[in-house]
């Protein structure tokens, strides 16, 4: 599957030299940068006869460009950013005259609105939208409006209050929105044959750290091959607090023994209640003597999981996903370790009174 997508001179000329220094024949290299093999070879055919110039795209009615139509109509419907997209487009090096006339403004009201002084309300409506903006940033795109009005408030970045609702219209006004959609998994009813062996029997809220921990695994690759490795949490319920990590390459027994052993050296002991779905590794003998007893999910069953599923979902879709493509177990190592402190001392979650992981577990004065 190719994406259908502008790429600049300089990111044309990035391929190409990326792509000479590779061992990788033009197929699979085109693949796993989602561009057709035929693409690059024009690329390449227009760099060889021409150089750098070969690899300049021709503006079409480059006057009236598709995206200054765009964004001035709707700049223009929307009644209050006129001005705004219009000095923002010419700091970009569309001319006044041209932006203006597609706004359907005169050249002369933009410029009164130019010299105007800001009203209290103006500056207001800037400083929220600049602080949505960095809080979009930090969080990868994953805010929406009910969190994105609670983080306001707890950054103390603004003064003032904002409320919920006006907080929806500036998003609205700039297309900002929160780029994620949680999966959804088929319901499986248990058979009563794995009831007995789910001692944890779904009780996910707990009034203490480390009295039920859970774990699972999870699949990430990394470089132009795809290489695949097996993600191991064990998390605390108490919070969903990341108690270790580990990367290996396959699910085996010695793997999730050692996560358990680096939580348990962390913490002190292992928690007196540990679940886990029924994979290869949790169900082996070298994992079951090293636990003498643990709770079991029932065969194709997340929701008896729900918790770490969840977080694997949130740690995907927020974190991974929205990363460049590590291309050595290092920099992926590296990416991981930062997505476990980013939900550990940044995500907020209302189960926790809008408090990190780190907060609930240990007080939010540390």
């Known amino acids: 599957m190719f994406c259908i997508v502008s790429y600049s001179t300089i990111e ?36 060889l006869l021409a150089g750098l110039a070969g690899l300049i795209r021709p503006k079409r009615n480059q006057k009236y460009s598709l995206e200054t139509k ?18 923002e487009m010419n ?7 041209e932006l203006a006339k597609v706004a359907g403004i005169t050249r002369q009201a933009y410029y009164k609105w130019l010299k105007h002084e800001p009203t209290k309300y103006e500056i207001e409506e800037s400083e929220i939208l600049q602080l949505i903006k960095q809080l979009e940033n930090e969080h990868k795109q994953s ?9 306001i408030k707890l950054s103390q970045q603004i003064s003032y209050t904002v409320n919920k609702k006006r ?3 500036i998003m609205k006004d700039h297309s900002i929105k929160a780029d994620y959609r949680q999966p959804t998994h088929k319901r499986i009813q248990a058979q009563p044959t794995y009831e007995a062996e ?23 690759n990394y470089g132009i091959r795809l290489n695949k490795v097996l993600l191991h949490v064990v998390l605390d319920l108490y919070g969903q607090y990341p108690v270790s990590w ?41 994992f079951n003597q090293y636990l003498a007893q643990h709770s079991y999910s029932a065969p194709g069953t997340p929701a008896d999981n729900a918790v770490i599923e969840h977080w694997w979902a949130d740690f995907k879709a927020i974190w991974i996903t929205n990363l460049p493509k ?28 809008d408090l990190t992981a780190a907060e609930y577990r240990f007080g939010k004065a540390n």
């Open 12 to 47: 044309k000329l990035k391929l190409l030299h990326d792509y000479q220094k590779s061992d990788y024949d033009l197929t699979v290299y085109s693949d796993y940068h989602s561009v057709r093999p035929a693409t690059m070879s024009k690329w390449i055919k227009q760099f």
């Open 70 to 87: 765009l964004t001035a109509v709707k700049a223009y419907l929307s009644g209050r950013y006129t001005n705004q997209a219009i000095q």
């Open 91 to 97: 700091n970009e090096g569309y001319s006044i005259s």
């Open 143 to 151: 805010v929406g409006y009910d969190k994105m009005t609670r983080l």
């Open 167 to 169: 907080v929806i219209r």
């Open 198 to 220: 789910n001692i944890l029997n779904r009780q996910f809220d707990q009034t203490a750290a480390n009295q039920v921990w859970v774990t699972d695994t999870t699949e990430l």
């Open 246 to 286: 580990l990367i290996t390459p396959t699910e085996t027994a010695e793997g999730v023994v050692q996560v358990f052993e680096q939580a348990r050296m962390k913490e002190g002991a292992l928690a007196p209640s540990i679940h886990t779905d029924r994979g290869v590794a949790y169900t082996s003998k070298a």
């Open 326 to 353: 590590a291309q050595t177990l290092l920099e992926l190592e590296e990416q991981v370790r930062e997505g476990i402190t980013y939900f550990t001392e940044k995500f907020i979650s209302a189960k926790r009174n």
